[in-house]
């Protein structure tokens, strides 16, 4: 099958409808959610052939009020899927998913994982070497269609499948293609994990403001409209981010005082340091998963 080169990241709008009877998602957390909100928003699919397999009633009734089907065992949402979408936590697609997908998995299906530290290989040890296997990561601003999904495929995966996959991690985002797996890794520390440093210097920047005077509220909404607006100016402007950081750096001002105290700080070495760290724990439980097996 063709290996496509990287993609970079495109617009994905004016998408067509999935060419597929029916997609199964095992799983219906917050994840699968956004997925699912993505392909009705850009009208892949209809609700009539997505189906959700999920344990909890609660679950089931919120797909139930989107009008999505629901079934409460993992091999009645497996019969006849064309796509079927992992979304579990790891230990729960060791402990139960693998089995039914060894007995109830079409052998011509896609199987797109979102499963954190699973590798391609896992799935294939466990459902056969000819098995269709895409692994991703996406990230939690999916939940308001604003993701980045980096993925990567096993080698059978056909050109009509990986133009699937492109559609649907499209849907709710961006998505990134990469032929080797292990830039899942670096996507993990930098994108996956991403939103929590830019959580925790907001958290910083209210706090700060909160010392300063400023009410809570009001200082959260200043660091909000600051972190939107700077991020699609870097984004429209096309530009590098350290152009962007000397325009607003005036000599002797009080951004250059701000800069100074932070690389005095170690603060660029710290966020270096934080995503290695995360980094290197990603390969840590790749490596851990493969022991496993």
Same mark, same amino acid.
């Given at each position: 099958?063709k290996?496509?080169?990287?993609?970079?990241?495109?617009?994905?709008?004016?998408?067509?409808?999935?060419?597929v009877?029916?997609?199964?998602?095992i799983?219906?957390?917050?994840?699968?959610?956004?997925?699912?909100?993505?392909?009705?928003?850009?009208?892949?699919?209809?609700?009539?052939?997505?189906?959700?397999?999920?344990?909890?009633?609660?679950?089931?009734?919120k797909?139930?009020?989107?009008?999505?089907?629901?079934?409460?065992?993992?091999?009645?949402?497996?019969?006849?899927?064309d796509v079927?979408?992992?979304?579990?936590?790891?230990?729960?697609? @060791? *402990?139960a998913?693998? /089995? +039914?997908? #060894?007995?109830?998995?079409?052998?011509? %299906? &896609?199987?797109? !994982?979102?499963? =954190?530290?699973?590798?391609?290989?896992?799935?294939?040890r466990?459902?056969g070497?000819?098995?269709?296997?895409?692994?991703?990561?996406?990230?939690?601003?999916?939940?308001?269609?604003e993701?980045?999904?980096?993925?990567?495929?096993?080698?059978?995966?056909?050109e009509?499948q990986h133009?699937?996959?492109?559609?649907?991690?499209?849907?709710?985002? @961006? *998505?990134?293609?990469? /032929? +080797?797996? #292990?830039?899942?890794?670096?996507?993990? %520390? &930098?994108?996956? !994990?991403?939103? =929590?440093?830019?959580f925790?210097?907001?958290?910083?920047?209210i706090?700060?403001?909160?010392?300063?005077?400023?009410?809570?509220?009001?200082a959260?909404?200043?660091?909000?409209?600051?972190?939107?607006?700077?991020?699609?100016?870097?984004?429209?402007?096309?530009?590098?981010?350290?152009i962007?950081?000397n325009?607003?750096?005036?000599?002797?001002?009080?951004?250059a005082?701000?800069?100074?105290?932070?690389?005095?700080?170690g603060?660029? %070495?710290?966020?270096?340091?934080?995503?290695?760290?995360?980094?290197?724990?990603s390969?840590?439980?790749?490596?851990?998963?493969k022991?496993?097996?």
């Amino acid at each position: 099958a063709k290996q496509p080169e990287d993609d970079e990241d495109e617009d994905m709008g004016n998408m067509d409808t999935l060419n597929v009877d029916r997609v199964a998602f095992i799983g219906g957390g917050n994840m699968a959610e956004a997925i699912i909100t993505g392909m009705m928003t850009q009208e892949l699919i209809p609700p009539s052939q997505i189906l959700v397999s999920a344990p909890s009633p609660e679950t089931r009734d919120k797909f139930d009020e989107m009008q999505i089907k629901t079934v409460d065992k993992n091999k009645k949402a497996l019969e006849g899927a064309d796509v079927v979408i992992i979304a579990v936590k790891p230990q729960v697609l @060791k *402990q139960a998913v693998f /089995e +039914d997908l #060894k007995k109830h998995l079409n052998p011509h %299906a &896609l199987v797109i !994982s979102i499963v =954190a530290g699973v590798t391609i290989d896992a799935f294939k040890r466990e459902l056969g070497h000819d098995a269709c296997i895409v692994r991703s990561m996406p990230n939690t601003p999916a939940m308001i269609g604003e993701g980045i999904t980096v993925w990567s495929q096993s080698s059978n995966v056909s050109e009509t499948q990986h133009d699937l996959t492109k559609k649907i991690l499209g849907a709710f985002g @961006k *998505q990134v293609f990469v /032929e +080797d797996e #292990k830039n899942l890794d670096m996507a993990t %520390a &930098l994108s996956g !994990s991403g939103p =929590a440093y830019f959580f925790l210097v907001a958290e910083a920047m209210i706090d700060a403001g909160v010392h300063m005077g400023f009410g809570r509220k009001v200082a959260q909404k200043l660091v909000q409209q600051t972190m939107l607006g700077s991020a699609l100016y870097m984004q429209s402007s096309g530009l590098h981010p350290v152009i962007l950081r000397n325009n607003i750096t005036s000599p002797g001002g009080t951004t250059a005082a701000a800069m100074y105290t932070a690389e005095k700080s170690g603060f660029r %070495a710290v966020i270096a340091d934080s995503i290695w760290a995360a980094f290197e724990r990603s390969k840590e439980l790749g490596a851990q998963d493969k022991k496993e097996s």
